[in-house]
């Protein structure tokens, strides 16, 4: 990486896509994470002013036997979700 200097810019992307209209869980992913990036661009692209060269985005979902499993919003509700 000789010449770059990496950022971590967390998104600001809403995460509402819904998974039901997706032919796959891949599918569904790929898109969260393009609109990440895309927020990331745009928002950086205003403040900056300048052209950005390269961003790269990213998303995590668990999923089993083609069910997504979101992001529990408790300790509770995630030792629920794991021992069901």
Do not use: C, W
């Amino acid at each position: 990486m000789q010449g770059l200097t990496p950022e971590i810019i967390p998104s600001k992307f809403e995460e509402n896509l819904n998974p039901n209209e997706f032919s796959s869980v891949e599918d569904f992913v790929i898109e969260t994470a393009y609109e990440k990036t895309k927020e990331v661009a745009h928002r950086l692209g205003l403040e900056t002013g300048t052209e950005l060269e390269l961003i790269i985005g990213a998303d995590t979902v668990v999923s089993l036997n083609g069910k997504i499993f979101g992001k529990p919003g408790t300790s509770k509700v995630a030792f629920e979700t794991l021992t069901e």
